[in-house]
């Protein structure tokens, strides 16, 4: 039960961006734990909420609740309790032996090393199972790529799962074979699960990171995870591919009052049979937790060379790229799942993948058109005929502009003047498409803002442009990291803008971000978070 002081409404005075695209800027929002009530001027708001607690922020940004449509939640939660080899703390194939080597003398013998983020783009040459043997021969080693689609191992993990190096490549994956066929630990998006200790079988539908964990661990990873996300001011989350394990994690943590954030689950598509034979499809839930769109993989990794493009990138063409499922499985899931009224989400990267999965989508709206929102998650490299088709199509695209940040210096090497056409934002604001911004996360940071800084800034690390004439302004990522992002999973009607009788996820930024310069957004920090009316994570400036 509320007592009287908790349901006063809180009136919040500063530069409101509504997310309205009928009045984007107001001057207060007044809401309460059952809403927003009131947006618009200081006079409109004052005289609608009538006895509230009122809080200037001055020229500080309020802003809806930020909405992250893919990123990987429960991943992230472990990958912040892990060992982490991110560029650029590991810059080598030398620094990740030390960390390895490091980590190894605290952890007892026979342990298990679970390491993430590495980025071997970035090294000099490409390490390999021996270069983590001469780190430890007493422990199983675990290196997940910073894609998500590839692991390094040690000799020790390799025996543990009997591959060797007569062992075939799995479908949608590739074991690494050096010039003499000897396999070199490193394993590429399906090949992952003949390595890892997964808990969940999950064939060729996707990378497997789903590892064997105990439910308290899982649900601390959630609970870790969540409160960072809030600490940066994302109050809604959609976890990318969820199995059983995801969803049993997140169920445990909303019963037990340890789910942080409003949660979206997209299963991924080993799933869609058993989803069939019950007659469910997304979304479904409630406000806290539920059911989106059903995630099925295309291609592979952009950052990881195994997306598929019309003609092969890098310097001598070596990555052709590779595709989960074949064309035809693919088309029928797509159509399958279409059928039963999921939304689907396809993670794609190449034109040449784009193709397969406009051509499929535009097969299964054919038979039964309806308010689909299709989802093409990534949409690295869409050309311009192809992001005609996405307008056409009523299909969102979900990006992560920080992609660009990290790893748009190995793009321009690989990928030449192609480089500047990855994640074509303004190309497709312009056809009329519904862009959406997201992290990625733990591959990218979960902080919006520094999504926000590059889709604005599209600066590499080394500093480079990268498609300069592809960016948006402040408002329009704005618009596409919250209201966009909540129409891309279905919410628009209660979450993603501050509008009376919407939910009152509410977020007040640490300065006026229509003030900052573009090389500055990434450092904008949050003052305060509400969720649902209540205050759930305060900075240090509030
Ligand atoms: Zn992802």
Same mark, same amino acid.
């Given at each position: 039960?509320?007592?009287?002081?908790?349901?006063?409404?809180?009136?919040?005075?500063?530069?409101?961006?509504?997310?309205?695209?009928?009045?984007?800027?107001?001057?207060?929002?007044?809401?309460?734990?059952?809403?927003?009530?009131?947006?618009?001027?200081?006079?409109?708001?004052?005289?609608?909420?009538?006895?509230?607690?009122?809080?200037?922020?001055?020229?500080?940004?309020?802003?809806?609740?930020?909405?992250?449509?893919?990123?990987?939640?429960?991943?992230?939660?472990?990958?912040?309790?892990?060992?982490?080899?991110?560029?650029?703390?590991?810059?080598?194939?030398?620094?990740?032996?030390?960390?390895?080597?490091?980590?190894?003398?605290?952890?007892?013998?026979?342990?298990?090393?679970?390491?993430?983020?590495?980025?071997?783009?970035?090294?000099?040459?490409?390490?390999?199972?021996?270069?983590?043997?001469?780190?430890?021969?007493?422990?199983?080693?675990?290196?997940?790529?910073?894609?998500?689609?590839?692991?390094?191992?040690?000799?020790?993990?390799?025996?543990?799962?009997?591959?060797?190096?007569?062992?075939?490549?799995?479908?949608?994956?590739?074991?690494?074979?050096?010039?003499?066929?000897?396999?070199?630990?490193?394993?590429?998006?399906?090949?992952?699960?003949?390595?890892?200790?997964?808990?969940?079988?999950?064939?060729?539908?996707?990378?497997?990171?789903?590892?064997?964990?105990?439910?308290?661990?899982?649900?601390?990873?959630?609970?870790?995870?969540?409160?960072?996300?809030?600490?940066?001011?994302?109050?809604?989350?959609?976890?990318?591919?969820?199995?059983?394990?995801?969803?049993?994690?997140?169920?445990?943590?909303?019963?037990?009052?340890?789910?942080?954030?409003?949660?979206?689950?997209?299963?991924? %598509?080993?799933?869609?049979?058993?989803?069939?034979?019950?007659?469910?499809?997304?979304?479904?839930?409630? *406000?806290?937790?539920?059911?989106?769109?059903?995630?099925?993989?295309?291609?592979?990794?952009?950052?990881?060379?195994?997306?598929?493009?019309?003609?092969?990138?890098?310097?001598?063409?070596?990555?052709?790229? %590779?595709?989960?499922?074949?064309?035809?499985?693919?088309?029928?899931?797509?159509?399958?799942?279409?059928?039963?009224?999921?939304?689907?989400?396809?993670?794609?990267?190449?034109?040449?993948?784009?193709?397969?999965?406009?051509?499929?989508?535009?097969?299964?709206?054919?038979?039964?058109?309806?308010?689909?929102?299709?989802?093409?998650?990534?949409?690295?490299?869409?050309?311009?005929?192809?992001?005609?088709?996405?307008?056409?199509?009523?299909?969102?695209?979900?990006?992560?502009?920080?992609?660009?940040?990290?790893?748009?210096?190995?793009?321009?090497?690989?990928?030449?003047?192609?480089?500047?056409?990855?994640?074509?934002?303004?190309?497709?604001?312009?056809?009329?498409?519904?862009?959406?911004? %997201?992290?990625?996360?733990?591959?990218?940071?979960?902080?919006?803002? *520094?999504?926000?800084?590059?889709?604005?800034?599209?600066?590499?690390?080394?500093?480079?442009?990268?498609?300069?004439?592809?960016?948006?302004?402040?408002?329009?990522?704005?618009?596409?990291?919250?209201?966009?992002?909540?129409?891309?999973?279905?919410?628009?009607?209660?979450?993603?803008?501050?509008?009376?009788?919407?939910?009152?996820?509410?977020?007040?930024?640490?300065?006026?971000? %229509?003030?900052?310069?573009?090389?500055?957004?990434?450092?904008?920090?949050?003052?305060?978070?509400?969720?649902?009316?209540?205050?759930?994570?305060?900075?240090?400036?509030?």
């Amino acid at each position: 039960m509320n007592d009287e002081g908790e349901s006063r409404p809180t009136v919040l005075r500063g530069r409101v961006f509504t997310a309205n695209r009928r009045r984007p800027w107001a001057g207060a929002v007044a809401f309460d734990r059952t809403g927003v009530l009131a947006v618009g001027s200081l006079e409109e708001v004052d005289a609608a909420a009538g006895s509230a607690t009122r809080i200037d922020v001055g020229n500080h940004t309020i802003v809806p609740g930020f909405i992250d449509a893919h990123n990987h939640f429960l991943a992230t939660g472990e990958s912040l309790a892990s060992l982490d080899v991110r560029y650029p703390s590991v810059a080598s194939v030398e620094d990740l032996v030390e960390v390895v080597r490091a980590a190894a003398a605290t952890v007892p013998a026979n342990g298990t090393i679970h390491a993430f983020g590495f980025d071997h783009a970035k090294y000099e040459r490409t390490p390999t199972r021996w270069d983590l043997d001469r780190a430890t021969d007493a422990h199983t080693v675990f290196v997940q790529h910073v894609s998500g689609h590839h692991v390094l191992v040690n000799s020790r993990a390799l025996e543990r799962h009997g591959v060797r190096d007569d062992t075939p490549d799995p479908p949608g994956g590739e074991l690494v074979r050096d010039e003499h066929g000897r396999i070199t630990g490193l394993c590429l998006d399906a090949a992952m699960g003949l390595v890892l200790p997964v808990a969940v079988d999950i064939g060729s539908h996707g990378p497997n990171f789903h590892t064997h964990a105990s439910i308290e661990e899982l649900v601390d990873d959630v609970e870790r995870a969540g409160d960072a996300f809030l600490a940066a001011g994302l109050t809604t989350v959609c976890d990318a591919q969820v199995t059983l394990r995801e969803l049993a994690a997140y169920r445990a943590a909303r019963a037990s009052g340890r789910l942080p954030v409003r949660t979206v689950a997209m299963p991924l %598509s080993h799933q869609l049979e058993a989803y069939r034979s019950i007659g469910l499809a997304g979304p479904f839930g409630d *406000d806290r937790l539920r059911i989106g769109a059903m995630k099925l993989y295309a291609d592979g990794s952009l950052i990881g060379g195994t997306a598929m493009f019309s003609e092969p990138y890098g310097a001598s063409g070596e990555f052709a790229g %590779s595709l989960y499922s074949s064309e035809e499985d693919l088309a029928r899931m797509i159509a399958a799942a279409h059928e039963d009224g999921w939304q689907v989400g396809v993670h794609v990267q190449g034109d040449r993948a784009i193709e397969v999965v406009l051509g499929a989508i535009e097969a299964a709206v054919r038979v039964s058109p309806r308010d689909h929102r299709h989802r093409l998650e990534h949409a690295g490299y869409p050309t311009p005929a192809q992001i005609g088709r996405i307008a056409e199509l009523g299909v969102v695209t979900v990006n992560q502009p920080s992609y660009l940040f990290d790893s748009g210096d190995e793009f321009l090497d690989r990928l030449g003047s192609r480089a500047h056409g990855l994640i074509p934002l303004r190309s497709e604001l312009d056809a009329g498409v519904r862009v959406v911004l %997201s992290s990625d996360s733990d591959v990218t940071s979960y902080r919006p803002m *520094d999504t926000i800084a590059s889709a604005v800034g599209r600066v590499t690390r080394a500093g480079r442009q990268i498609g300069p004439d592809q960016a948006l302004t402040i408002e329009e990522s704005l618009f596409a990291h919250t209201i966009d992002a909540a129409h891309a999973l279905f919410l628009e009607d209660r979450l993603g803008s501050l509008e009376p009788g919407k939910l009152a996820d509410v977020v007040v930024l640490d300065r006026d971000v %229509s003030a900052v310069a573009p090389d500055e957004l990434a450092s904008v920090g949050v003052d305060t978070t509400f969720l649902g009316g209540r205050p759930v994570y305060r900075g240090g400036a509030a």
